[in-house]
T-cell receptor, first 112, second 113 residues
Framework: DTGVSQDPRHKITKRGQNVTFRCDPISEHNRLYWYRQTLGQGPEFLTYFQNEAQLEKSRLLSDRFSAERPKGSFSTLEIQRTEQGDSAMYLC??????????FGPGTRLTVL | AQSVTQPDIHITVSEGASLELRCNYSYGATPYLFWYVQSPGQGLQLLLKYFSGDTLVQGIKGFEAEFKRSQSSFNLRKPSVHWSDAAEYFCAGGGTGRRALTFGSGTRLQVQP
């Protein structure tokens, strides 16, 4: 069990640029989640996949955000036309059925 | 709406003292409840979880939590705090019909020598 990995760990970008983050879940986990965490707050749910199907999206996920999980393995989260308000830690988690969610170390995004 | 509240933003305790971190939930049915710990630069680590059954649950690192339906609470406790316990603690809840977790805003624990 190598845990959930995320890449990159840090990303600095200029406003208006597009960014993409990757998450590799624990290999046998069929569920994958994306959360966003801003300073001083708990993580907020963005979206959820069961295998390759995106089953739930938060209203926080504006049309500038898109997530994919091709073949039910790794997932990507893309933010288009980034804004300063997108600066946050983006967390990925995976789980097997309804069991506990295992979190990755996160990708810290800074939009200048 | 489902919600999880952690009333204490910051708590300071002396090493060796007992600890209780408060968590209140608002759910239509009995939720699944979790406590996670987050150290600087680290991901969230699960301390313990409650799905059903015995209302006193034991977790890792000597932590325990008690589910009290009458008080809508799931407080985290530890009898003797170690300096390494200094971190941010998050209570989270999930409902049977929803897979995503709802997190509280966290409690930052500082441990004095």
């Amino acid at each position: 069990d190598t845990g959930v990995s995320q890449d990159p760990r840090h990303k600095i970008t200029k406003r208006g640029q597009n960014v993409t983050f990757r998450c590799d879940p624990i290999s046998e986990h069929n569920r994958l989640y994306w959360y966003r965490q801003t300073l001083g707050q708990g993580p907020e749910f963005l979206t959820y996949f069961q295998n390759e199907a995106q089953l739930e999206k938060s209203r926080l996920l504006s049309d500038r955000f898109s997530a994919e999980r091709p073949k039910g393995s790794f997932s990507t989260l893309e933010i288009q036309r980034t804004e300063q308000g997108d600066s946050a830690m983006y967390l990925c988690a995976s789980s097997l059925s309804r069991d506990e969610q295992f979190f990755g170390p996160g990708t810290r995004l800074t939009v200048l | 709406a489902q919600s999880v509240t952690q009333p204490d933003i910051h708590i300071t305790v002396s090493e060796g003292a007992s600890l209780e971190l408060r968590c209140n939930y608002s759910y239509g049915a009995t939720p699944y409840l979790f406590w996670y710990v987050q150290s600087p630069g680290q991901g969230l680590q699960l301390l313990l979880k409650y799905f059903s059954g015995d209302t006193l649950v034991q977790g890792i690192k000597g932590f325990e939590a008690e589910f009290k339906r009458s008080q809508s609470s799931f407080n985290l406790r530890k009898p003797s705090v170690h300096w390494s316990d200094a971190a941010e603690y998050f209570c989270a809840g999930g409902g049977t019909g929803r897979r995503a977790l709802t997190f509280g805003s966290g409690t930052r624990l500082q441990v004095q020598p």
